[in-house]
């Protein structure tokens, strides 16, 4: 079984562009998507496969972990611009907040993204979290319960948007009445393989709804990557999957990953303590957690050790790895390491 790859585009979101002027971020986040366009999975002989299938971004407005005035760049501006600049990579966000836009404006904004990268629009979709972002730009913070509602609703009218140009919806949370999408996304063929549509990844690990609502429309989830959570989360989608019906086969299960790699351990060490360090000065109240949390992940180690841990998920049926790199805006070492040296193991 092949397992597919993405690329996290730093944004600023996770203080990732600290350092780095306002006026050079784009020229940054532009040849970051580039790279991804032309990279190569193993040493750039003939025959050697693009390593990274899609490019992400996060769909946030103020960074983590906590918040600053460090930047952090819009999602969907950023789709637009990658789809002008790029021309094979997927574009996703992991993932867009179902209430930061009514959902007919977004079908609408993904659709034209659709338009201008020639059918390379991933929906990434999910309730929202980030409590702080909501009451700071006014959308309050409804309870758990209410956020999960408006997500299932508002991926029937983006699915219905796509397919049939028009949306005529009359929810709890959301009503349409006749929104036109035109023109329609170049795509065809994802969830029922009918008809125009973009692919939607449905986000989040709640077991009760957030699942229940991938079971029900997702084409991909991403939830827990780590083997144990993975494997628990995956169980609950096959539950739900029989209960309403679908194809749990059919949905491509995927995790995120912060990836740490060295040739050795020694530069694994080195790239730990950058990681650090960089926390250290950028959100110094909040950098043990982040410290602990990079140190403490499953692909951490050195091309070798990564490959057995990917191996092992992929035996759990995560089959499609976002990854993310600390330094990437600094460094592309680790990144062509990855490619170079991982990736390939899963190409055979």
Same mark, same amino acid.
């Given at each position: ?11 600023? %979101? ?41 490019? %992400? ?5 103020? =960074? ?23 021309? !094979? ?52 913070? =409804? ?47 994802? +969830? ?19 699942? !229940? ?13 780590? =083997? ?9 989608? !096959? ?15 995927? +995790? ?37 949390? %990079? ?7 050195? =091309? ?16 499609? +790895? ?27």
């Amino acid at each position: 079984m092949v397992m597919r790859f993405g690329l996290f585009i730093p944004q600023g %979101w996770r203080h990732d562009l600290v350092g780095i002027d306002p006026s050079e971020q784009w020229e940054t986040m532009r040849s970051l998507a580039r790279y991804a366009d032309t990279a190569l999975a193993g040493k750039g002989l003939p025959g050697d496969l693009p390593a990274f299938e899609s490019v %992400w971004v996060y769909d946030h407005f103020h =960074p983590v972990p906590e918040p600053t005035t460090e930047a952090t760049h819009e999602a969907w501006t950023l789709m637009a611009a990658f789809a002008a600049s790029t021309e !094979r990579v997927r574009l996703g966000q992991m993932c867009s907040c179902i209430a930061y836009r009514n959902p007919a404006y977004l079908a609408k904004v993904a659709a034209t993204v659709d338009i201008v990268s020639g059918g390379r629009t991933e929906m990434g979709i999910g309730a929202g979290w980030y409590e702080h972002e909501w009451r700071a730009y006014g959308y309050g913070f =409804p309870g758990a319960g209410d956020r999960l509602k408006a997500l299932d609703e508002g991926v029937q009218i983006m699915a219905q948007a796509w397919r049939e140009g028009t949306s005529t919806f009359a929810g709890d949370y959301y009503t349409t009445d006749g929104a036109l999408c035109h023109p329609q996304p170049l795509q065809h063929g994802a +969830g029922d393989g009918v008809g125009p549509s973009i692919p939607l990844w449905i986000a989040g690990g709640g077991e009760k709804r957030t699942l !229940r609502t991938a079971a029900k429309y997702a084409q991909y989830t991403n939830f827990d990557g780590a =083997p144990e959570g993975f494997a628990h989360k995956s169980q609950v989608l !096959r539950d739900h999957c029989a209960d309403v019906g679908t194809d749990f086969d059919a949905i491509t299960r995927s +995790g995120n990953y912060n990836v740490v790699i060295g040739e050795d351990e020694a530069e694994v060490a080195d790239r730990l303590a950058w990681i650090e360090d960089h926390y250290r000065r950028a959100v110094p109240g909040k950098a043990d957690g982040e410290i602990q949390s %990079w140190k403490n992940g499953p692909l951490v180690g050195t =091309p070798e050790q990564i490959v057995e841990k990917l191996t092992e998920l992929q035996g759990l049926g995560m089959t499609y +790895g976002i990854t993310y790199f600390a330094d990437a805006a600094y460094d592309r070492s680790a990144m062509e390491l990855f490619a170079r040296e991982v990736i390939p193991a899963f190409r055979d």
